[in-house]
Antibody, heavy 123, light 109 residues
Framework: EVQLVESGGGLVQPGRSLRLSCAAS????????MHWVRQAPGKGLEWVSG????????GYADSVKGRFTISRDNAKNSLYLQINSLRAEDTALYYC????????????????WGQGTMVTVSS | EIVLTQSPGTLSLSPGERATLSCRAS???????LAWYQQKPGQAPRLLIY???SRATGIPDRFSGSGSGTDFTLTISRLEPEDFAVYYC??????????FGPGTKVDIK
């Protein structure tokens, strides 16, 4: 069964850091680009970041550039998101999503999604 | 920066009726990068349509996508009870990355 399982979310104070993880199974992880997409409570979907199969291509939304770092470990079938300098507006459910191409910017779509991990930024 | 606008915001229909959802881009979008997703309350989004008109694996044929350039449409030919959900369109642009539309909620009339 193809599966993505996120972890690492929680309640964090503004300005602190957090590292999200996504464990993949049921497919050849290093054949595909991976992404993070977030959804603030009661709001729509917002793309956060993407990474190509071999980590050579990486992209970020303007809203997180300079604060978030995406990475992957193909040997561990895992995707990560390092979040620094957290702000209240980063409060959201963070989804890990498989992309159906090897390059994060190639034509394709987010074909598999995890259930998300919640990040709440509050003092 | 390409902005996606979805209309209507809410669509109230009865089971068995046809649903037509619109996604309009502020600039021309490559069809290869236009996708539609369904999201039900408490669930992750699910890919329905990719490449503007190709159904994803396991998606019933009552769902269809069409369009090109700046105007795209998701059609649900006959609404089933499980189709009442929020639908998002999504595109990729080299300058700003991936963007989603604000969503159309299809609810039961």
């Amino acid at each position: 069964e193809v599966q993505l399982v996120e972890s690492g979310g929680g309640l964090v104070q503004p300005g602190r850091s957090l590292r999200l993880s996504c464990a993949a199974s049921g497919f050849t992880f290093d054949d595909y680009a991976m992404h993070w997409v977030r959804q603030a409570p009661g709001k729509g979907l917002e793309w956060v970041s993407g990474i190509s199969w071999n980590s050579d291509g990486i992209g970020y939304a303007d809203s997180v550039k300079g604060r978030f770092t995406i990475s992957r470990d193909n040997a561990k079938n895992s995707l990560y998101l390092q979040i620094n300098s957290l702000r209240a507006e980063d409060t959201a459910l963070y989804y890990c999503a498989k992309y159906d191409s090897s390059g994060y910017y190639e034509s394709g779509a987010f074909d598999i999604w995890g259930q998300g991990t919640m990040v709440t930024v509050s003092s | 920066e390409i902005v996606l606008t979805q209309s209507p915001g809410t669509l109230s229909l009865s089971p068995g009726e046809r649903a037509t959802l619109s996604c309009r881009a502020s600039q021309s979008v490559s069809s290869s990068y236009l996708a539609w997703y369904q999201q039900k309350p408490g669930q992750a989004p699910r890919l329905l349509i990719y490449g503007a008109s190709s159904r994803a694996t396991g998606i019933p044929d009552r769902f269809s996508g069409s369009g090109s350039g700046t105007d795209f449409t998701l059609t649900i030919s006959r609404l089933e009870p499980e189709d009442f959900a929020v639908y998002y369109c999504q595109q990729y642009g080299s300058s700003q990355g991936f963007t989603f539309g604000p969503g159309t909620k299809v609810d039961i009339k």
